[in-house]
């Protein structure tokens, strides 16, 4: 008996944890936002070549999406105009090296704008980082991150949407309107959560305590 209360206990549990990570049609205008400043994803080849052979990034922090977080460490991003010092690492490794910035880096390093969702970065600029023990010169993996917005295969269901369906999305607040050409991100590993850049953010009075709608 004891050990079916105790499973029976287990069950419900499990039960009220799904209920509460389930997106329902209901909360349209409840999800929410997570903004970000420039950062770069290093590949573990490169975080050698910058910081030292068998150099491990460190945790500064964890991040709200679950295995990422932000490193102690910090970078230079230099382009052939002007470079951009003390940029956040974001962790864990990555296969290919990839660096986020805002619309006025590019302006700002002298390189072209190039809105990519993360991982594409074919035909994309590249850009020279500079650490504590070397240099990376980059052919390409210079984007500006297009917005986006991550869930679970389920929450895509109960939102009738799919992954890498393009929505727009609707900000209420005082400077508030419609930000449009948002991609939807959806797998298993997720945490519902809108991106946006701290430029876009800020152009809408948008906080981190903001939430948004989605509007097709």
């Given at each position: 008996?004891d050990n079916?209360?105790?499973?029976?206990?287990?069950v419900?549990?499990?039960?009220?944890d799904?209920?509460?990570n389930?997106?329902?049609?209901?909360?349209?205008?409840?999800?929410?936002?997570?903004?970000?400043?420039?950062?770069?994803?290093?590949?573990?080849?490169?975080?050698?070549?910058?910081?030292g052979?068998?150099y491990?990034?460190?945790?500064?922090?964890?991040l709200?999406?679950?295995?990422?977080?932000a490193?102690?460490?910090?970078?230079?991003?230099?382009?052939?105009?002007g470079a951009i010092?003390?940029?956040?690492?974001?962790?864990?490794?990555?296969?290919?090296?990839?660096?986020?910035v805002?619309?006025g880096d590019?302006?700002?390093?002298?390189?072209?704008q190039?809105v990519?969702?993360?991982?594409?970065?074919?035909?994309?600029?590249?850009?020279?980082?500079?650490?504590?023990?070397?240099?990376?010169?980059?052919e390409e993996?210079?984007?500006?991150?297009?917005?986006?917005?991550?869930?679970?295969?389920?929450?895509?269901?109960?939102?009738?949407?799919?992954?890498?369906?393009?929505?727009?999305?609707?900000?209420?607040?005082?400077?508030?309107?419609?930000?449009?050409n948002?991609?939807?991100?959806a797998?298993?590993?997720?945490?519902?959560?809108?991106?946006?850049?701290?430029?876009?953010?800020?152009?809408?009075g948008?906080?981190?305590?903001?939430?948004?709608?989605?509007?097709?």
């Amino acid at each position: 008996m004891d050990n079916y209360e105790e499973l029976l206990k287990l069950v419900l549990e499990a039960v009220k944890d799904k209920q509460a990570n389930t997106l329902t049609k209901e909360d349209l205008s409840k999800i929410p936002v997570g903004i970000s400043n420039r950062h770069v994803h290093l590949s573990e080849k490169d975080v050698e070549s910058l910081f030292g052979k068998g150099y491990k990034l460190t945790k500064f922090k964890d991040l709200s999406q679950t295995g990422q977080y932000a490193c102690n460490e910090i970078l230079t991003i230099c382009g052939p105009k002007g470079a951009i010092e003390r940029v956040r690492i974001l962790g864990p490794e990555r296969s290919k090296t990839q660096v986020e910035v805002l619309m006025g880096d590019c302006i700002k390093l002298g390189v072209k704008q190039h809105v990519k969702l993360s991982g594409d970065l074919s035909g994309t600029a590249g850009v020279t980082l500079i650490g504590p023990k070397g240099s990376v010169q980059l052919e390409e993996g210079l984007v500006v991150a297009q917005r986006h917005i991550h869930m679970t295969k389920e929450d895509a269901k109960n939102l009738d949407v799919c992954n890498g369906d393009i929505v727009s999305i609707k900000i209420d607040d005082l400077r508030g309107g419609i930000y449009s050409n948002v991609a939807i991100r959806a797998n298993d590993a997720s945490k519902l959560e809108c991106h946006l850049d701290i430029e876009e953010a800020n152009a809408m009075g948008i906080s981190s305590k903001t939430k948004i709608t989605i509007v097709k």
